[in-house]
C-alpha cells in the first residue's frame, strides 16, 4: 500500500490536496496557540517573580537562622526562583528554536504541495497529448476511409458507364491516390496507437506510481520535522520534566525537615537562653512600725474585736472563691480527659487520611487541650493560693479560742490623732470634717471611720469628680488597714485607684450607644484606620465567627492593633480582672485605673476615639423609598434628620458575612475622601447597628443610563458631549488621586440638576497604580472592561479610559446596550479580532474618533483622562 499504487486517481488526487491544505492550516494554527503558549509562559514567570519580589522584603535570617520552617521557606523562595528562571529558559526556546523550525516546515509543506500540483499536471498534460494523438489519426483515418468508398464509387461508375479516356484514368488516378493516403494514415493510427499503449504502459506503471511515491517519501519527512516540533513543544513546556521534579523533591526535602519537636528544643532555646527569673522578696517593711507605739507586729495579723468580723468576712470570701477555683477546676480537668481522648481519635485520623482538614481539626483540638492546661495549672496555682491565705487568716482566729478578741486599746490615750482640714462634701450637702493624715487613725475612732467613707460612698460623681483630691487621700488611708470588702462599684474603684483627678472620659452613660467611643458594627479594617497611636481605644461590635453570636471587642492600639473580646457570659462585663454591670463602666474603670486590659497585652487606654463626623447614627436617617437595587443590599431615597437633608442610602443587608459587609463599606471609604462636581457627594456611614449604610447626595434625576433612554432623543449633539464632559471630568479627578473605578458605565452615572453627570457606585473601586484580580470574573462587566484586564485581570485607569469610551458610546446611543445583539462572549472575541463598534447614528466624528483611541487595544495608547477633557471642550465649542 502506497500512494504510488493507491491514490492514482482523480478522487485520490483531490483528496491529496485537501489533505496537504489542511495540514498547512493546521501546522499554521498551531503556530498562533506556540506564540500564546510562550507569551503565557512568560507571563506567569513574571508573576511569580512578584512571588520573589515578595518574598525578599523580610529578612528574617538573624532570629530565625536556628529554624528548620525558615530554611523550608527560604528553600521554596530559592527553587521557585530557579523556577521561574527555567521557565524563562523553556519560553525562549519556545519562541526561537521551536518557533524557527515549525516555521520552516511550514514553508517547506507549502512548496511541496505547489511542486506536486506542478509535476502532476505536467504527467497528466503529456498522457493527455499521447490520447489525443490517437484520437488525431483515428479521425484523420475515418475521413480518408470516407473519401475513398466515394473516389472508388465514382470510378466504378465511369467505369460501369463504359467511358473511358481522361475521365476514366482522373477517376482512377484519385482513386489511387486516395487508397494510398488511407495506407498510410492506416499506419499512423496503428503506430499512434501503439505508441499510446506503450507510454500509458510507462506512465500508469511507472512514472505517475514513481511520482507519487516520492511525494509520499518527502510527506513523510516533512511529517518527521513536524514531530520534532511537538516533540520540542513537549519538552520544553514540561512542567513535571525531571529539573522541576528535582526543584520540588528539594522543596519536599527542607519541608520534611521541619521538626515541631526540635525546632524550640533545642533550636530556639540553645539561641535565646536566659537565666531563670529570680523571686522577688515580699517582706514586711519594718520601718513602717519605728514610730509605732501600739501592738502591731511585723508580718502578724492583727486580731482584735475591730478587726475580727473583717477577718471572718475575709476568710469566707477565700472559701468561697476556694470552691468556685476547685469546682473549675474538676470541670476543666473532666474536660481534659475528654479532649485527650479527641485528640487521639484525630491524631489516628491524621496518620491515616493526612488532609488539610483532618490536620486541622487536630491543631485545634491541640490547641484547646494546651489552653486547657494552661488554664488549670493557673488554677491550681489559684487554689493553693487560696488554701494557703484561708488557713493563714483561720489559723490566727483559731488561736482565740471561744475567747472574744481583745478589744481595741484607747488611742486618745497614746495622744497619736492628729487634727485634720480635710473637707468632704457629704450627700446632704453638709461639710463634714475627718481627719484621717496616717494609719494610726485607724485604731482612733472606728466609728469615725466608717462614717467617713459612708459619706464618700453616697457622695454624688460630680462631687467626686471636682473633689477628687481630698477623696482620694481620705481612701488612701483608709485602704491599708482595711479588710472590708464593700461593693466594688466604679467610683469605688477609681477611688481606690486613686486616679479621680485625671480622668480622661466623661462619666459612663447608662446605654452603650450614647457613648461617642462605641463605632457600632464598623469592621475592624475600619476601625484600625482611626487608631493611631500608643492607648487610642475604642468600642465597636462584631459578630461571633464560629457561633455568630453577637459579642462587644475593645480595639486598642498598643504597639500594634489590639482587639479584645469584651466578656459577658455571665452578665456582667469584664476583661481579666473585675466584672462591671455595664461595657461603659467596665471602660470607665479601664481607663481611669491605668492597668493594663490583660497582662500579656499590657495595653493601657489612654485616649478614647470617639465618632467622627461620618460617622451617623442610625436613627437619624429616615428611609423614604426604595430607588434601585444594590448589590449588597436596596438603595433608598431618605432624609438625614439633623440636618432635613435628602439623601440616597445605599444599605448592606445584614445576613452578610463581616467579609462581604466589609466590602460593602469600602465604597463609602474610597468616596469619603473625594470632593468634585462630577463625583456622587458623601455624607455618611452609618454603622451604629444593623442594617449598615452609606448615605450620599440624593441626585434627582437618578441612574444615567435610565435617563438616555428617556430623555436622550430630546438631547442635541452639544448637550450629550456636555454629559461625556462632565463624567470625563469626574474621571480626570479620580485619575489623579490614584482611584480605579473599574465598573465606569452609565448605570453607573447619576444625573442631577441642569443635566450634571457625575460619577457614582464605587463598589469596585480601587486606589492603587495597577490593581490585579486574583478571584474569578464572574461579576466583571465584560462589555465595558479593556481586553487586558479581562485577559490578564490587570487593571489600571487606562482601563477606566475604555470603559469611558463604551460610557461615550452609551450616551450617543441613548442607552443602547454595546454591541447590540452579541453575547458577552461574542463580543470579547470580536473585539479581539480588531473589531470595534461603529458610531451611534449623529455622533460628530470627532467624538466617534475619541472613541476609538479609548479603545485602542494596546492601553498606552489610549488617551488620559486629562486629555479627553480637553479634547471634549475643544470640540464642545464648535458643535
Ligand atoms: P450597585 O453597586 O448595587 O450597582 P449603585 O450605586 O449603582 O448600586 O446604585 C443602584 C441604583 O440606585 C442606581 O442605578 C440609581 O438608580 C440608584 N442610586 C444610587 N445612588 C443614588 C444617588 N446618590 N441618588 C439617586 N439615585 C441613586
Ligand atoms: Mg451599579
Known amino acids: 500500500?502506497?500512494?504510488?499504487?493507491?491514490?492514482?486517481?482523480?478522487?485520490?488526487?483531490?483528496?491529496?490536496?485537501?489533505?496537504?491544505?489542511?495540514?498547512?492550516?493546521?501546522?499554521?494554527?498551531?503556530?498562533?496557540?506556540?506564540?500564546?503558549?510562550?507569551e503565557a509562559d512568560r507571563q506567569y514567570a513574571s508573576s511569580l517573580n512578584k512571588f520573589l519580589q515578595q518574598a525578599q522584603k523580610l529578612d528574617l535570617r538573624d532570629v530565625l537562622d536556628f529554624s528548620a520552617y525558615h530554611d523550608a521557606v527560604s528553600t521554596i523562595v530559592k527553587?521557585?526562583?530557579?523556577?521561574?528562571?527555567?521557565?524563562?529558559?523553556?519560553?525562549?526556546?519556545?519562541?526561537?528554536?521551536?518557533?524557527?523550525?515549525?516555521?520552516?516546515?511550514?514553508?517547506?509543506?507549502?512548496?511541496?504541495?505547489?511542486?506536486?500540483?506542478?509535476?502532476?499536471?505536467?504527467?497528466?498534460?503529456?498522457?493527455?497529448?499521447?490520447?489525443?494523438?490517437?484520437?488525431?489519426?483515428?479521425?484523420?483515418?475515418?475521413?480518408?476511409?470516407?473519401?475513398?468508398?466515394?473516389?472508388?464509387?465514382?470510378?466504378?461508375?465511369?467505369?460501369?458507364?463504359?467511358?473511358?479516356?481522361s475521365k476514366l484514368e482522373d477517376a482512377r488516378a484519385r482513386y489511387h491516390k486516395t487508397t494510398v493516403k488511407l495506407h498510410k494514415l492506416h499506419n499512423d493510427y496503428v503506430i499512434s496507437l501503439k505508441d499510446a499503449t506503450?507510454?500509458?504502459?510507462?506512465?500508469?506503471?511507472?512514472?505517475?506510481?514513481?511520482?507519487l511515491d516520492s511525494h509520499q517519501a518527502v510527506q513523510e519527512t516533512l511529517l518527521h520535522q513536524s514531530k520534532f516540533v511537538l516533540e520540542d513543544f513537549l519538552e520544553l513546556t514540561n512542567l513535571s520534566s525531571e529539573e522541576y521534579q528535582a526543584m520540588h523533591r528539594s522543596m519536599e526535602d527542607a519541608v520534611n525537615k521541619i521538626e515541631p519537636t526540635t525546632e524550640y528544643t533545642p533550636g530556639f532555646i540553645t539561641k535565646f537562653k536566659s537565666e531563670k527569673l529570680s523571686k522577688l522578696m515580699f517582706d514586711f517593711d519594718d520601718k513602717l512600725l519605728d514610730d509605732y507605739k501600739g501592738v502591731l507586729k511585723p508580718s502578724t495579723l492583727q486580731i482584735d474585736d475591730a478587726t475580727c468580723e473583717s477577718l471572718q468576712h475575709k476568710k469566707s470570701e477565700y472559701g468561697d472563691q476556694l470552691a468556685a477555683s476547685q469546682s473549675t477546676m474538676e470541670q476543666k480537668t473532666s474536660m481534659l480527659q475528654e479532649l485527650a481522648v479527641e485528640v487521639q481519635q484525630l491524631d489516628d485520623k491524621v496518620v491515616e487520611d493526612h488532609t488539610l482538614d483532618n490536620?486541622?481539626?487536630?491543631?485545634?483540638?491541640?490547641?484547646?487541650?494546651?489552653?486547657?492546661?494552661?488554664?488549670?495549672?493557673?488554677?491550681?496555682?489559684?487554689?493553693?493560693?487560696?488554701?494557703?491565705?484561708?488557713?493563714?487568716?483561720?489559723?490566727?482566729?483559731?488561736?482565740?479560742?471561744?475567747?472574744?478578741?481583745?478589744?481595741?486599746?484607747?488611742?486618745?490615750?497614746?495622744?497619736?490623732?492628729?487634727?485634720?482640714?480635710?473637707?468632704?462634701?457629704?450627700?446632704?450637702?453638709?461639710?463634714?470634717k475627718f481627719s484621717l493624715p496616717n494609719?494610726?487613725?485607724?485604731?482612733?475612732?472606728?466609728?469615725?471611720?466608717?462614717?467617713?467613707?459612708?459619706?464618700?460612698?453616697?457622695?454624688?460623681?460630680?462631687?467626686?469628680?471636682?473633689?477628687?483630691?481630698?477623696?482620694?487621700?481620705?481612701?488612701?488611708?483608709?485602704?491599708?488597714?482595711?479588710?472590708?470588702?464593700?461593693?466594688?462599684?466604679?467610683?469605688?474603684?477609681?477611688?481606690?485607684?486613686?486616679?479621680?483627678?485625671?480622668?480622661?472620659?466623661?462619666?459612663?452613660?447608662?446605654?452603650?450607644?450614647?457613648?461617642?467611643?462605641?463605632?457600632?458594627?464598623?469592621?475592624?479594617e475600619e476601625v484600625q484606620r482611626l487608631l493611631n497611636n500608643d492607648g487610642d481605644y475604642l468600642v465597636r461590635e462584631s459578630k461571633n465567627k464560629r457561633t455568630n453570636e453577637t459579642q462587644y471587642v475593645l480595639s486598642v492600639y498598643w504597639s500594634g492593633y489590639k482587639h479584645f473580646i469584651i466578656q459577658g457570659d455571665t452578665g456582667a462585663w469584664k476583661f481579666e480582672g473585675m466584672s462591671y454591670p455595664t461595657i461603659p463602666e467596665l471602660i470607665f474603670q479601664q481607663h481611669c485605673s491605668g492597668d493594663p486590659v490583660t497582662t500579656k497585652s499590657q495595653a493601657i487606654l489612654r485616649t478614647p476615639i470617639l465618632r467622627e463626623e461620618w460617622e451617623l447614627m442610625n436613627d437619624d436617617i429616615s428611609l423614604e423609598m426604595k430607588i434601585g437595587n444594590g448589590n449588597f443590599g436596596e438603595v433608598y431615597k431618605g432624609v438625614y434628620t439633623p440636618k432635613n437633608l435628602v439623601v440616597a442610602v445605599k444599605t448592606c443587608k445584614d445576613t452578610l458575612s463581616e467579609e462581604q459587609r466589609k466590602k460593602f463599606l469600602q465604597e463609602g471609604r474610597i468616596l469619603k475622601q473625594y470632593d468634585h462636581p462630577n463625583i456622587v457627594c458623601f455624607i455618611g456611614i452609618a454603622a451604629q447597628r444593623q442594617p449598615v449604610m452609606i448615605v450620599m447626595e440624593f441626585v434627582a434625576g437618578g441612574a444615567l443610563l435610565g435617563f438616555?433612554?428617556?430623555q436622550g432623543k430630546s438631547q442635541n449633539k452639544a448637550q450629550l458631549t456636555k454629559m461625556c464632559l462632565d463624567s470625563a471630568s469626574g474621571m480626570a479627578y479620580l485619575e489623579a488621586r490614584g482611584c480605579i473605578h473599574r465598573d465606569l458605565a452609565a448605570r453607573n452615572c447619576l444625573v442631577g440638576d441642569s443635566n450634571i453627570v457625575k460619577i457614582s457606585?464605587?463598589?469596585?473601586?480601587?486606589?492603587?497604580?495597577?490593581?490585579?484580580?486574583?478571584?474569578?470574573?464572574?461579576?466583571?462587566?465584560?462589555?465595558?472592561?479593556?481586553?487586558?484586564?479581562?485577559?490578564?485581570?490587570?487593571?489600571?485607569?487606562?482601563?477606566?479610559?475604555?470603559?469611558?469610551?463604551?460610557?461615550?458610546?452609551?450616551?450617543?446611543?441613548?442607552?443602547?446596550?454595546?454591541?447590540?445583539?452579541?453575547?458577552?462572549?461574542?463580543?470579547?472575541?470580536?473585539?479581539?479580532?480588531?473589531?470595534?463598534?461603529?458610531?451611534?447614528?449623529?455622533?460628530?466624528?470627532?467624538?466617534?474618533?475619541?472613541?476609538?483611541?479609548?479603545?485602542?487595544?494596546?492601553?498606552?495608547r489610549r488617551p488620559k483622562f486629562e486629555e479627553i477633557c480637553k479634547e471634549l471642550k475643544r470640540i464642545g465649542k464648535h458643535i
Open 79 to 165: 527553587e521557585t526562583e530557579n523556577m521561574v528562571l527555567r521557565l524563562r529558559l523553556n519560553a525562549d526556546a519556545l519562541s526561537s528554536r521551536t518557533l524557527d523550525t515549525l516555521n520552516a516546515v511550514i514553508s517547506e509543506k507549502k512548496a511541496l504541495r505547489k511542486q506536486y500540483l506542478e509535476e502532476r499536471n505536467r504527467l497528466d498534460s503529456d498522457f493527455n497529448k499521447v490520447q489525443e494523438n490517437v484520437q488525431g489519426n483515428k479521425s484523420e483515418y475515418l475521413r480518408m476511409a470516407e473519401k475513398l468508398k466515394l473516389e472508388r464509387a465514382k470510378y466504378m461508375d465511369i467505369q460501369t458507364k463504359g467511358k473511358i479516356g
Open 708 to 710: 438616555l433612554r428617556k
Open 439 to 524: 494609719i494610726t487613725g485607724l485604731r482612733k475612732n472606728n466609728q469615725g471611720l466608717k462614717s467617713s467613707r459612708d459619706d464618700v460612698d453616697k457622695s454624688s460623681r460630680d462631687d467626686l469628680l471636682e473633689t477628687g483630691h481630698g477623696v482620694r487621700e481620705s481612701y488612701e488611708h483608709t485602704e491599708p488597714g482595711s479588710f472590708s470588702n464593700g461593693p466594688r462599684t466604679s467610683m469605688n474603684v477609681m477611688r481606690e485607684a486613686g486616679l479621680m483627678q485625671d480622668v480622661g472620659i466623661p462619666q459612663p452613660k447608662s446605654r452603650l450607644e450614647d457613648e461617642e467611643w462605641f463605632h457600632g458594627v464598623l469592621p475592624r
Open 359 to 432: 490536620i486541622t481539626k487536630y491543631v485545634d483540638k491541640r490547641k484547646q487541650q494546651e489552653i486547657l492546661k494552661k488554664e488549670i495549672a493557673e488554677e491550681k496555682v489559684r487554689v493553693e493560693r487560696l488554701t494557703d491565705l484561708q488557713s493563714y487568716i483561720s489559723r490566727g482566729l483559731d488561736e482565740l479560742g471561744d475567747n472574744p478578741p481583745p478589744v481595741l486599746a484607747d488611742l486618745q490615750e497614746n495622744g497619736d490623732l492628729e487634727t485634720s482640714s480635710n473637707t468632704s462634701t457629704s450627700s446632704t450637702g453638709k461639710k463634714k
Open 1 to 38: 500500500m502506497g500512494f504510488g499504487s493507491d491514490l492514482q486517481g482523480r478522487v485520490s488526487h483531490e483528496g491529496l490536496l485537501s489533505l496537504q491544505d489542511a495540514e498547512i492550516r493546521l501546522l499554521e494554527n498551531f503556530r498562533k496557540c506556540l506564540i500564546l503558549r510562550y
Open 761 to 860: 457606585d464605587f463598589g469596585m473601586s480601587r486606589e492603587e497604580e495597577e490593581y490585579t484580580v486574583s478571584e474569578g470574573m464572574k461579576q466583571i462587566p465584560i462589555k465595558w472592561t479593556a481586553p487586558e484586564a479581562l485577559n490578564y485581570g490587570k487593571y489600571t485607569t487606562i482601563c477606566d479610559v475604555w470603559s469611558y469610551g463604551i460610557l461615550m458610546w452609551e450616551i450617543f446611543s441613548c442607552g443602547t446596550t454595546p454591541y447590540p445583539g452579541w453575547t458577552n462572549g461574542q463580543s470579547r472575541e470580536k473585539i479581539e479580532d480588531g473589531y470595534r463598534m461603529p458610531a451611534p447614528v449623529g455622533t460628530p466624528s470627532e467624538v466617534y474618533s475619541l472613541m476609538l483611541r479609548c479603545w485602542e487595544y494596546q492601553p498606552e
Open 198 to 211: 506503450e507510454f500509458q504502459t510507462g506512465y500508469l506503471g511507472t512514472t505517475l506510481p514513481a511520482f
